[in-house]
T-cell receptor, first 115, second 111 residues
């Protein structure tokens, strides 16, 4: 059974810092890995999708990497801003059989960026 | 930009009542999902739906739950007899290619 773990559980940084959020998963047979942002009481906004054949994806100040063989992904946020404050969720997408397309989520990292 | 739409955004119901949560997936998507998130906990998979049938369901998705695609656009989750522990945010998602797109969720409160 796929398990996804995110470290740290919470992170508080001053504005302007570069930071790294970590995600690990137990079963390397994944199709994709997707990073989401969730604001309090709100839905899930997709940030980046990394397909299993890729090693990284970039969008603006965000860069996500994937090391499938070791079961790890990192989300790098450059020059953090107070508006980045949210919960960041990592989810892996099953590769085959009935797990195809099903997302398994980590518990999230709560990020606070203070001015 | 196409988006997944869920209604209502918030529903309060009495224990034992039936509720139907509604979703309109992105129009050309073929794979549909329901997830839930109990306050303070992980987002959990409930069920996946493809080609007008359930393709996978979790152990949470017992006989009290059902899904339906009654027409070409809607995708519904029904809970027959709600329990207090069904209180959660319920998310609908749809997918065509690699990326899953989520709705804004329905917050279900069972009292």
């Amino acid at each position: 059974k796929q398990e996804v773990t995110q470290i740290p559980a919470a992170l508080s940084v001053p504005e302007g810092e570069n930071l790294v959020l970590n995600c690990s998963f137990t079963d390397s047979a994944i199709y994709n890995l997707q990073w989401f942002r969730q604001d309090p009481g709100k839905g899930l906004t997709s940030l980046l999708l990394i397909q299993s054949s890729q090693r990284e994806q970039t969008s603006g100040r965000l860069n996500a990497s994937l090391d499938k063989s070791s079961g790890r992904s990192t989300l790098y946020i450059a020059a953090s801003q107070p508006g980045d404050s949210a919960t960041y969720l990592c989810a892996v997408i099953g590769a085959g059989g009935t797990s195809y397309g099903k997302l398994t989520f980590g518990q999230g990292t709560i990020l606070t960026v203070h001015p | 930009e196409p988006e997944v739409t869920q209604t209502p955004s918030h529903q309060v119901t009495q224990m034992g009542q039936e509720v139907i949560l509604r979703c309109v997936p992105i129009s050309n998507h073929l794979y549909f999902y329901w997830y839930r998130q109990i306050l303070g906990q992980k987002v959990e998979f409930l069920v996946s739906f493809y080609n007008n049938e359930i393709s996978e369901k979790s152990e949470i998705f017992d006989d009290q739950f059902s899904v339906e695609r009654p027409d070409g656009s809607n995708f519904t989750l029904k809970i027959r007899s709600t329990k207090l522990e069904d209180s959660a945010m319920y998310f609908c998602a749809s997918r065509e290619g690699a990326e899953a797109f989520f709705g804004q969720g329905t917050r279900l409160t069972v009292v």
